[in-house]
């Protein structure tokens, strides 16, 4: 696996690991004293951190090294847009995750129909 391509897997697991404990990466720069840049550049894949900031990242979110340093199960299924859209659902009033839940069933009614 070459450089590039661990750093969009790291992206895709700490992506993933902030979302499922409902973290943001505002929370991890303030949580770890990193700079907004820095985690930015993890999460969007264009780095990834030192081993012992990597450590830090771990014990915040209480996982193991290799939960962001492995091919996780699924882990084909969601790009970082995909989380970074799941994070601004989670963020979003009633009012809208409404609205958006009603726009998906439509899609999904919508794509059923044209399987048909």
Do not use: H
């Not at 750093?7 to 770890?32: H, P, V, Y």
């Amino acid at each position: 696996m070459g450089v590039s391509e661990f750093s969009r897997l790291f992206s895709r697991n700490l992506n993933k690991a902030l979302i499922e404990r409902g973290k943001t990466q505002t929370d991890l720069c303030k949580a770890l004293n990193f700079s907004k840049s820095t985690v930015s550049s993890w999460c969007n894949g264009t780095r990834v951190p030192r081993p012992d900031a990597m450590d830090e990242i771990c014990n915040y979110l209480n996982i193991r090294r290799s939960d962001l340093m492995e091919i996780q199960p699924r882990d084909y299924i969601f790009t970082a847009k995909d989380y970074e859209l799941i994070v601004e659902y989670r963020m979003a009033d009633e009012v809208t995750r409404q609205s958006i839940d009603r726009l998906l069933e439509y899609a999904r009614l919508k794509r059923e129909k044209e399987d048909r």
